[in-house]
């Protein structure tokens, strides 16, 4: 079954000189439990794929299904209610609120969706075991790592057990051997939970641990290629 399937999305941007095509004719499909690496050079279009699926931003034209619904043409609230249920985010710099502790941070999708205190402090402690860090939980982000303040952020996406996993460049603020670390924690998750990730990265040993890449330039695919 697919999860994500796009049908000649193309998405221009018009301002005062004139229309970018950030992209042209995307063929896009990504069934339940891939691992897919988005790469290509700097301005190919990669960040406006990712806000495209992960419905941060609609297409100019074509079609966009996810799980089933099509949702290029849905309205702003459906459109918000549908993100907030079937997609976590992961960043490059964290977003994480600096004056809230780890769990703190985790709990905030769940109080903006009316969850109660204790069942959402069962939840965001659940969380931050899964990536590691339940001896953490009441730091806040300046008394923590580059790599735990990005496992804080992971957990905050898995707290609202969300079908797909959007990062952009998520290893990009971190050395090579907490990138790595955080690699492997998104590995474990599409393997032992089942979820969907979808990463932009610069970097292709980083790309090498999604199942299959697909490389963009000049806001088209130019070439996939599945990992053995
Ligand atoms: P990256 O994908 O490399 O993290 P960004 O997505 O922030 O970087 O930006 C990629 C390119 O898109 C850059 O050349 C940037 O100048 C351009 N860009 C991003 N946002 C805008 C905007 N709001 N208006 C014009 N250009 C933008
Ligand atoms: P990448 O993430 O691969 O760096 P982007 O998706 O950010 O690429 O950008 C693709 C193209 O669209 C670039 O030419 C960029 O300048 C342009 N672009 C991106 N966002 C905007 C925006 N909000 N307004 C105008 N142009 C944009």
Same mark, same amino acid.
């Given at each position: 079954?697919?999860?994500? #399937?796009?049908?000649?999305?193309?998405?221009?941007?018009?301002?005062?000189?004139?229309?970018?095509?950030?992209?042209?004719?995307?063929?896009?499909?990504?069934?339940?439990?891939?691992?897919?690496?988005?790469?290509?050079?700097?301005?190919?279009?990669?960040?406006?794929?990712?806000?495209?699926?992960?419905?941060?931003?609609?297409?100019?034209?074509?079609?966009?299904?996810?799980?089933?619904?099509?949702?290029?043409?849905?309205?702003?609230?459906?459109?918000?209610?549908?993100?907030?249920?079937?997609?976590?985010?992961?960043?490059?710099?964290?977003?994480?609120?600096?004056?809230?502790?780890?769990?703190?941070?985790?709990?905030?999708?769940?109080?903006?969706?009316?969850?109660?205190?204790?069942?959402?402090?069962?939840?965001?402690? #659940?969380?931050?075991?899964?990536?590691?860090?339940?001896?953490?939980?009441?730091?806040?982000?300046?008394?923590?790592?580059?790599?735990?303040?990005?496992?804080?952020?992971?957990?905050?996406?898995?707290?609202? #057990?969300?079908?797909?996993?959007?990062?952009?460049?998520?290893?990009?603020?971190?050395?090579?051997?907490?990138?790595?670390?955080?690699?492997?924690?998104?590995?474990?998750?599409?393997?032992?939970?089942?979820?969907?990730?979808?990463?932009?990265?610069?970097?292709?040993?980083?790309?090498?641990?999604?199942?299959?890449?697909?490389?963009?330039?000049?806001?088209?695919?130019?070439? #996939?290629?599945?990992?053995?």
């Amino acid at each position: 079954m697919e999860l994500l #399937e796009l049908k000649g999305i193309s998405k221009e941007y018009r301002s005062g000189k004139g229309a970018v095509k950030a992209l042209s004719d995307i063929n896009l499909s990504v069934k339940r439990g891939e691992f897919v690496s988005i790469m290509g050079p700097s301005g190919s279009g990669k960040s406006t794929l990712l806000n495209v699926i992960g419905c941060l931003d609609r297409p100019s034209a074509g079609e966009y299904f996810l799980d089933g619904m099509k949702v290029d043409r849905v309205s702003d609230d459906k459109l918000s209610e549908i993100r907030n249920r079937y997609i976590g985010f992961v960043f490059q710099n964290f977003h994480l609120l600096q004056g809230l502790d780890a769990l703190g941070n985790v709990e905030l999708p769940l109080i903006y969706r009316g969850i109660g205190s204790a069942e959402r402090k069962r939840r965001a402690k #659940e969380a931050l075991d899964a990536v590691g860090l339940s001896d953490r939980i009441h730091h806040r982000p300046s008394e923590l790592s580059g790599g735990e303040q990005q496992r804080v952020a992971i957990a905050r996406a898995l707290v609202q #057990e969300p079908l797909l996993v959007l990062a952009d460049e998520p290893t990009g603020s971190l050395d090579s051997r907490t990138g790595r670390a955080i690699m492997e924690l998104f590995q474990k998750l599409n393997t032992e939970r089942g979820i969907t990730v979808v990463m932009v990265t610069h970097d292709r040993d980083m790309a090498r641990y999604g199942r299959r890449i697909v490389r963009l330039l000049d806001g088209r695919i130019k070439e #996939e290629e599945f990992i053995g």
